[in-house]
């Protein structure tokens, strides 16, 4: 789209026929990144996508070379950021100078500008909305002929109007065609059904309790309570794991989405499993690299990831040890948790990370488990940007990998 060669008006006409005609996502926000560079002579443009289940900004289209995805915290402490949250537009003169004259919490940080060999001077931001709700925040950098002007601004968020509409309908056909609102609403569906089953579990439960307590009772009732209060609890259990994973599903975070330390985390699980360890004659350590490792991620998440992986490492070892490992590798915090259990036959792992399956040794063994648990922590891990890795062979154990990515207080705005 040769917009230098239109005005104004042409150029936005282009742009929103253009923009009608396609639902893709992407598609839609290259083209606003193109427009928006091209028609205000910028050397770089970047449109950032609301991700709402983690409270993120994600660059959906970058115009110059940028190395990776670019992940900003909804919050005022960044130029994006701070346009989300206030839904002001704004041009900064100097990226480097006093950002005070905006906001007194605004900085820019030139580590990026490092990794990239670029530098930043002017900066214009603006949301794009949609009925009063954010949809995405617009952000252009360094005018080639001269510094951006309160002119330019105004060219920017009559672009941005047209793209907070478009972005919203590409939504809806994007959720569509990946079937992500009928995961939403099957997952809310899965937290009222297993919520009824509850109730009637729990009374069973303190029922067989009370049989159990019956004096001079015949020995084939006291095993057949026993038997009974067994299966209450494993159902107790698997209601548990289905509400865990309903919830992950929702797209809802489960605590607060905050920077967190994941050494300590990691210690206070660490401390919990070690009880559980030396019971089964187990040996078990942690290995840390530094005191603190921050990340962004959702609190009660965190909790689920490490009480699975750590729990799980415990529970699938008969004899031998558990090792926890906490490093720094590059631009990631991992956590790394290595047992010398059952380990899972190479068969058996492309599929496990799927809903309710169960490696075939472990169904085989007396350990109760639902298969749930697994599925939920890698659909949280990956929804911040991370990823889980696993290495296993049977019979000799397994390593799970969890890669989140290191936060720093001066991400880029």
Same mark, same amino acid.
């Given at each position: ?13 282009? %742009? ?32 950032? #996508? ?9 660059? *959906? /289209? ?21 346009? /989300? ?10 990226? =480097?100078?006093? #950002?005070?004259?905006?906001?007194? +919490? ?66 809806? =056909?994007?959720?569509? *065609? ?9 997952? +809310? ?54 509400? &865990? ?36 004659? %187990?040996?078990?350590?942690? &290995?840390? /690299? ?25 529970? =699938? ?56 648990? %697994? /599925? ?27 890669? %989140? ?9």
């Amino acid at each position: 789209m040769e917009c230098t060669r239109l005005n104004n008006n042409e150029c936005l006409i282009e %742009l929103y026929d253009q923009m009608l005609g396609d639902t893709d996502i992407s598609s839609v926000l290259r083209v606003v990144a193109d427009v928006a560079c091209a028609n205000l002579k910028a050397e770089r443009a970047t449109v950032y #996508l609301v991700d709402e289940s983690t409270n993120e900004l994600q660059s *959906a /289209a970058v115009i110059g070379n940028v190395p990776c995805s670019i992940r900003l915290p909804i919050k005022e402490s960044s130029l994006a950021g701070y346009c /989300a949250v206030t839904g002001r537009s704004f041009v900064v003169p100097d990226a =480097y100078g006093d #950002l005070s004259v905006i906001d007194e +919490r605004l900085h820019f940080d030139r580590s990026w500008d490092k990794k990239t060999k670029f530098r930043t001077r002017d900066v214009m931001c603006t949301p794009a909305m949609f009925k009063g709700k954010i949809m995405g925040v617009i952000q252009v950098l360094n005018g080639k002929d001269r510094s951006f002007q309160e002119s330019d601004l105004n060219v920017l968020k009559n672009i941005s109007h047209m793209v907070g509409y478009a972005l919203y309908h590409a939504k809806i =056909y994007d959720d569509l *065609a990946t079937m992500k609102k009928l995961e939403m609403e099957k997952a +809310r569906f899965m937290q009222i059904m297993v919520h009824e089953l509850k109730s009637p579990v729990a009374a069973s439960k303190m029922m067989t309790d009370i049989l159990k307590n019956y004096k001079n009772k015949p020995e084939k009732m006291v095993s057949l309570t026993g038997r009974i209060a067994d299966r209450l609890d494993q159902m107790s259990q698997l209601i548990r794991d289905i509400l &865990e994973l309903a919830s992950v599903k929702s797209g809802v975070p489960l605590g607060d989405v905050s920077e967190l330390n994941i050494v300590a985390e990691t210690q206070e699980h660490y401390k919990v499993c070690c009880d559980q360890a030396k019971q089964k004659g %187990l040996e078990m350590s942690m &290995e840390v /690299a530094e005191k603190e490792l921050f990340v962004r991620f959702d609190s009660q998440g965190l909790s689920l990831v490490l009480s699975n992986i750590i729990g799980n490492a415990v529970k =699938y070892t008969g004899e031998g040890s558990v090792k926890i490992k906490l490093s720094r590798q590059d631009e990631w915090a991992v956590i790394e948790v290595s047992d010398t259990g059952i380990g899972i036959p190479e068969a058996d792992i492309p599929k496990l990370f799927g809903e309710f399956y169960r490696a075939s040794n472990a169904r085989k063994s007396n350990i109760p488990g639902s298969g749930v648990g %697994l /599925a939920g922590v890698k659909n949280i891990i990956e929804r911040f940007g991370g990823r889980l890795e696993l290495q296993s062979r049977e019979n000799e154990g397994s390593i799970f990998s969890v890669y %989140l990515p290191l936060y720093s207080d001066t991400w880029r705005s």
